[in-house]
């Protein structure tokens, strides 16, 4: 089943297909289920970070793992060349807000060390396996971000 999602998931048409019709779903299903999911899918979060140019609100449904506290995201853009928006958002205002089930929390964004990034992307290979096939296909390396509790993180990072 693995090499099944690595190899369909992986593909380029399913990457173009995909990147346009998957997000707009995702968003109106996970708003409209409350965060549910239809089935035994791999857990997804909506993240709204803030145009670095423009100033608005952009949401974008991502695949995550858990980190203790933590939520750890990646910036894959389905494989492509270029990094996602969303992740130059990021990097110019760290602030975002994460929808997880019903629940909306204002969370700090910041890039994973090295070492926290070889931690995490076995994990995110494991929970889909087409994330090694964007590696190779995109260029570059794809950035994991740490999403923390912004109450814990505003000592140093203020809003």
Not at 58 to 77: Q, W
Not at 131 to 150: H, K, M, S, T, V
Request: glycine share 8%; hydrophobic share 40%.
């Amino acid at each position: 089943m693995k090499i099944l999602a690595e190899k369909i998931g992986g593909s380029r048409l399913f990457a173009a297909v995909a990147s346009k019709v998957a997000p707009p779903v995702d968003r109106a299903l996970y708003r409209w289920l409350g965060g549910r999911t239809l089935g035994a899918g791999p857990p997804t979060l909506l993240l709204t970070t803030f145009g670095r140019r423009t100033g608005r609100q952009r949401t974008v449904p991502l695949l995550y793992v858990r980190d203790g506290e933590r939520l750890a995201v990646a910036a894959s853009n389905w494989g492509r060349e270029r990094h996602p928006e969303w992740s130059g958002n990021l990097l110019a205002n760290p602030r975002a807000l994460v929808r997880l089930g019903a629940a909306l929390e204002e969370r700090r964004a910041r890039l994973a060390t090295s070492e926290e990034r070889e931690k995490l992307w076995p994990r995110f290979i494991e929970l889909w396996p087409a994330y090694a096939a964007y590696q190779r296909r995109c260029g570059r390396e794809i950035r994991i971000f740490l999403l923390e509790d912004a109450r814990s993180s505003t000592a140093n990072h203020p809003c």
